[in-house]
């Protein structure tokens, strides 16, 4: 791999950056090959810039070169978005951390991509803001990954996903321009939309900077509520419910029973009453009225439905025990030991009970376990194929399931992503969902971008033949 | 300019549509050679395809002949977007205009493009759903031209633009290709969101035949506000005051005294009590308790702020003549005889009493009368140079203002155009705002959709020197 990265090129971005931010010892490279996909391969030298001029001179190097360019955040996608493929250079962001602006006035902030969702969100919110992009990694995710993959999460239901709050960006090119898209405005039609096209290009158009991003008025109320039902499909029939009944909390998520059970086993404790075989925890903000009268329309549609329990959380600590269950869902399925082949389909809303149909046919003709949750209301749910790493076939078993999955989902008028990317973890797949003519305008546009395919490739397309 | 259309293509064209949908006369030419700027040039002929594939079979006769191609909705465009600069074809989408598709289940719908956007929110409003974006011209516009040109609108404040409704487009390369973007899905990561880029690109990119829209339930209740104010300073506060105590309304919308004279004058009786320098129109809607705690918010900020009178329309007849008044402005402001030079800057939400600073100023130094009304809530204003036609001075004034009024937008790091787009009217204005290597970004993203430059030729970008 390090014919990739001849020594001259490797002391010119050596200088760029200053000795003690790259890293090249095989321990460093190792770790920048991964990301929570846990596939990968290691990068010939990882750089760490302190300025958008460093990034700048960084990827002109790398353009002239026709070396390979990885952009990495925090690391924590689940589709290989932020590892080489083939070697080449890692660019990790990982000083490029500051919240560089919170304007009250303007409703707006403006931070470097690493600054870490969470933090931003506690910052914002302390002036009475808010931040709703919610992925699930919120404590170790940062907002330039969130951007480059167009990050969703549970609030994503009533709020939108990344996209909605990205007003500007600053960015460089793969040929070391340095450009700003959008403004601090709201609305702007001022040529192409280049900011929408930034958000979830993964990484491979251009190299995010700055990200100014739409804040809006902190929801004075909440409440969270947890319905506990007996089986799956008491569970769905209670979301098209609220869908009928044109209910849009701020969350209304799905947690499976063998989502539930792997929590159990990862904390060592019941997390719901034995004979639970799903949950709904919905959330619902807004003024204090409105949440009242929402959160009450939601337990009476999950009554009705069949619930077995419907109980608020009584206080702010109550309601963190609850999301902690979910937020614990990804790493508790990754503690069973099992590989855990992780999906994000998603179909239109009122569609999911289909899903749970295909999902269910998965198991019984491909004799799988199969742990399902996440966004019931957007349609959005993480299929996770639990597969022993010993039995090669059971693992074949997955892999032709996977495939029917994204069939039927887009059969469904759904995609075969909706979160997390297509990285190249399903870059084999997309010709399910874009045609051949969309796919060679896909190729035209990363082509307007990026002439010498130097930034993050293999991902997204398919492998030419 | 019929040396752009040689007979034998001109042949070809016509046998894609019949004879009896395309047009030729000296009438029709110069009426589809003008939108509601009143500038243009008239095509060579006007074809009016029934189908996706007359469409496409459109677009590669004129590729191949490298015939320059219009397409054109309603015409209610205020730049120029729907007219030639220098001949060709314009494809009118008039037959294009069934509602394919209202989803309940689903909550979306599918459009042909020419459908009028106030025939489509009525008719998701019977079944209790609802489409935000409502332009001034909804009940003559078209969906195809609010997606082309991201149309806003009152309820952009608190709703967003249409931009936020778009979840998938058919459309036409110029090439002929026939593609599909997004998914009925609400959350889609899978390549490019070309979707996006699509919605406000101006008929450069791509001939929009179908669009699937995101439905929203229909708020079950709202209340709308007069606030009348001695002058536009006090307005102006009021409109700061919310932002401040983070109420975020359906609507915000602001007028001048220059702009109610004009509905005044235009109706031919009073449309404010004399002595009004300004009115707010404030609209809140969601759960009726929502709805009556946001309006007392509002209307104690104005009141705080100095209104004259504060008043709730009690019925939906005094709902509608408030917002006629509102929905008259253009028409109104065209009927003074004078030259309307119309502009739709935006500058970030916080810096309104910024801007109306610099429209007094433009007013004292360029000796103009200028009347500014819109969108207050998103820091979208529309700013109307009105101008003797027959004062040659004047218009030179108004040119200057005309820039200065730009530079000023951009340095309060605002944008030249939150609605209307830039056409040809603004193509020579885009370099204030955006850089030469982000134009020069913009122009290979068309030339990846559009190698031959023929679709809607000489907008958007200026003119090479």
Same mark, same amino acid.
């Given at each position: 791999?390090?014919?990739?990265?001849?020594?001259?090129?490797?002391?010119?971005?050596?200088?760029?950056?200053?000795?003690?931010?790259?890293?090249?010892?095989?321990?460093?490279?190792?770790?920048?090959?991964?990301?929570?996909?846990?596939?990968?391969?290691?990068?010939?030298?990882?750089?760490?810039?302190?300025?958008?001029?460093? =990034?700048?001179?960084?990827?002109?190097?790398?353009?002239?070169?026709?070396?390979?360019?990885?952009?990495?955040?925090?690391?924590?996608?689940?589709t290989?978005?932020?590892?080489?493929?083939?070697?080449?250079?890692?660019?990790?962001?990982?000083?490029l951390?500051?919240?560089?602006?919170?304007?009250?006035?303007?409703?707006?902030?403006?931070?470097?991509?690493?600054?870490?969702?969470a933090?931003?969100?506690?910052?914002?919110?302390?002036?009475?803001?808010?931040?709703?992009?919610?992925?699930?990694?919120?404590?170790t995710?940062?907002?330039?990954?969130?951007?480059?993959?167009?990050?969703?999460?549970?609030?994503?239901?009533?709020?939108?996903?990344?996209?909605?709050y990205?007003?500007?960006?600053?960015?460089?090119?793969?040929?070391?321009?340095?450009?700003?898209?959008?403004?601090?405005?709201?609305?702007?039609?001022?040529?192409?939309?280049?900011?929408?096209?930034? =958000?979830?290009?993964?990484?491979?158009?251009a190299?995010?900077?700055?990200?100014?991003?739409?804040?809006?008025?902190?929801?004075?109320?909440?409440?969270?509520?947890?319905?506990?039902?007996?089986?799956?499909?008491?569970? =769905?029939?209670?979301?098209?419910?609220?869908?009928?009944?044109?209910?849009?909390?701020?969350?209304?998520?799905?947690?499976?029973?063998?989502?539930?059970?792997?929590v159990?086993?990862?904390?060592?404790?019941?997390?719901v009453?034995?004979?639970?075989?799903?949950v709904?925890i919905?959330?619902?903000?807004?003024?204090?009225?409105?949440?009242?009268?929402?959160?009450d329309?939601?337990?009476?549609?999950?009554?009705?439905?069949?619930?077995?329990?419907?109980?608020?959380?009584?206080?702010?600590?109550?309601?963190?025990?609850?999301?902690?269950?979910?937020?614990?869902?990804?790493?508790?399925?990754?503690?069973?030991g099992?590989?855990?082949?992780?999906?994000?389909?998603v179909?239109?809303?009122?569609?999911?009970?289909?899903?749970?149909?295909?999902?269910?046919?998965?198991?019984?003709?491909?004799?799988?376990?199969?742990?399902?949750?996440?966004h019931?209301?957007?349609?959005?749910?993480?299929?996770?194929?639990?597969?022993?790493?010993?039995?090669?076939?059971?693992?074949a078993?997955?892999?032709?399931?996977?495939?029917?999955?994204?069939?039927?989902? =887009?059969?469904?008028?759904?995609?075969?992503?909706?979160?997390?990317?297509?990285?190249?973890?399903?870059?084999?797949?997309?010709?399910?969902?874009?045609?051949?003519?969309?796919?060679?305008?896909?190729?035209?546009?990363?082509?307007?971008?990026?002439?010498?395919?130097?930034?993050?490739?293999?991902?997204?397309?398919?492998?030419?033949?």
């Amino acid at each position: 791999m390090s014919s990739q990265l001849p020594a001259h090129v490797r002391a010119e971005l050596t200088r760029v950056v200053g000795g003690e931010h790259v890293r090249a010892d095989a321990a460093s490279l190792d770790a920048y090959g991964q990301d929570a996909l846990g596939q990968g391969r290691p990068p010939d030298l990882v750089v760490i810039p302190a300025s958008t001029n460093e =990034v700048a001179a960084l990827a002109r190097l790398c353009h002239e070169h026709r070396v390979p360019l990885v952009v990495r955040g925090a690391g924590t996608g689940y589709t290989g978005g932020a590892v080489p493929t083939r070697g080449g250079v890692v660019l990790s962001m990982e000083r490029l951390n500051r919240i560089l602006e919170i304007d009250e006035t303007n409703l707006l902030a403006v931070v470097e991509p690493n600054v870490i969702t969470a933090d931003l969100q506690r910052a914002v919110e302390k002036v009475g803001l808010f931040y709703p992009p919610d992925p699930a990694s919120l404590e170790t995710c940062s907002i330039g990954g969130n951007v480059a993959e167009c990050a969703g999460g549970p609030r994503a239901f009533k709020y939108g996903t990344t996209k909605r709050y990205v007003l500007a960006l600053e960015a460089v090119l793969p040929t070391g321009e340095i450009v700003e898209t959008g403004s601090k405005a709201v609305k702007n039609v001022v040529g192409y939309d280049l900011t929408q096209l930034l =958000v979830g290009s993964e990484g491979t158009l251009a190299i995010i900077t700055k990200v100014t991003l739409r804040l809006i008025p902190k929801p004075p109320a909440r409440a969270t509520l947890l319905a506990l039902f007996g089986d799956i499909q008491a569970a =769905v029939d209670a979301v098209t419910a609220l869908i009928q009944r044109r209910v849009v909390p701020a969350a209304l998520e799905l947690v499976d029973a063998d989502s539930l059970n792997a929590v159990r086993d990862h904390l060592g404790r019941e997390v719901v009453p034995a004979g639970t075989g799903a949950v709904l925890i919905v959330e619902s903000d807004g003024m204090q009225t409105a949440v009242d009268d929402e959160i009450d329309r939601v337990a009476d549609a999950c009554r009705a439905a069949g619930a077995m329990r419907v109980s608020l959380a009584a206080n702010e600590g109550d309601r963190d025990r609850l999301w902690d269950v979910r937020r614990l869902l990804s790493a508790s399925l990754k503690a069973t030991g099992l590989l855990k082949i992780n999906h994000d389909v998603v179909v239109p809303r009122g569609r999911v009970p289909d899903l749970f149909g295909v999902i269910q046919h998965l198991r019984d003709e491909y004799r799988l376990r199969i742990a399902a949750f996440g966004h019931a209301g957007d349609g959005n749910i993480h299929v996770n194929l639990m597969v022993d790493r010993t039995d090669p076939q059971q693992r074949a078993r997955a892999m032709q399931a996977e495939r029917v999955l994204f069939e039927r989902v =887009v059969a469904l008028e759904g995609s075969i992503s909706g979160e997390h990317g297509i990285g190249f973890a399903k870059a084999p797949y997309i010709g399910i969902e874009l045609s051949p003519d969309v796919i060679a305008l896909m190729k035209r546009v990363k082509n307007a971008f990026d002439p010498n395919g130097i930034l993050n490739p293999g991902k997204i397309f398919p492998k030419a033949r």
